[in-house]
Each structure stands twice: as structure tokens, then as C-alpha cells.
């Protein structure tokens, strides 16, 4: 039986987290530094020092989460956080219109985070 290389056992396993086109490419090229999410239990698992590969068809992009940040709902989010570093093409109102056409307000009702990542 073949052995597992050392480095394997120490390695980070990478979250796959799709996301939309406009999106990635902002990710991939660096400017976006704020990823949004609905607190579903599976993402309040995230915690800063893990690793996200953003996919996007056939691309992907490797992360690490330096900070998490849990609020109440969107609003609240835009409060706290850089509009320019969750979207810097997009104005805070653009920002907050196209969240709420992907997450609707059943998802917004379980609250957000802002998942603060730099490209790894």
C-alpha cells in the first residue's frame, strides 16, 4: 500500500464555495476582500485561518479568512463594513439591491456574515 505524503497530513482542506462570475473575477483579481453570506449553520463554521476556494465554472481561487464578522441582517452588515471592499464596481444601494435578489428575505431573516478573505 502506497504511503500518504507528509505534507498531506498537515495540509488545509480548502471549502469549495461557488460563486457568480462578477463576483469571482473581483475575488480572483484581488479587489474584493468581502465575501457575503446568509448564516446558514454550515458557513458559521467558518472560522479566520481556514481556507475557501471560490470556483466559478471551470476556475478557482484559493483564500484564507482572516475575519468573520456575524450581523443581524444586511442593513446592518452595510453599517459596519467597506461597501468598496465587498463589491468596489458597485455603489452601497447597487450592493444592497443585487444581495437581495440572491438571497431572498426568509434567507436574510437568518442573518449575515461578511467573510473578510485575502488570496492565498
Do not use: W
Amino acid at each position: 500500500m502506497a504511503s500518504r505524503p507528509a505534507d498531506l497530513a498537515t495540509a488545509k482542506r480548502a471549502r469549495d464555495m461557488p460563486i457568480y462570475k462578477r463576483y469571482y473575477d473581483l475575488i480572483a483579481n484581488g479587489t474584493k476582500t468581502i465575501e457575503v453570506r446568509v448564516a446558514y449553520t454550515s458557513m458559521q463554521r467558518i472560522k479566520p485561518g481556514d481556507h475557501i476556494r471560490f470556483t466559478c465554472r471551470n476556475e478557482a481561487t484559493l483564500t484564507r479568512v482572516k475575519r468573520v464578522a456575524r450581523y443581524h441582517d444586511f442593513d446592518d452588515m452595510f453599517a459596519h463594513e467597506n461597501p468598496a471592499a465587498i463589491n468596489p464596481t458597485a455603489t452601497p444601494t447597487e450592493q444592497l439591491r443585487a444581495i437581495r435578489e440572491i438571497f431572498p428575505p426568509e434567507k436574510e431573516a437568518l442573518g449575515c456574515l461578511a467573510i473578510e478573505i485575502e488570496k492565498v
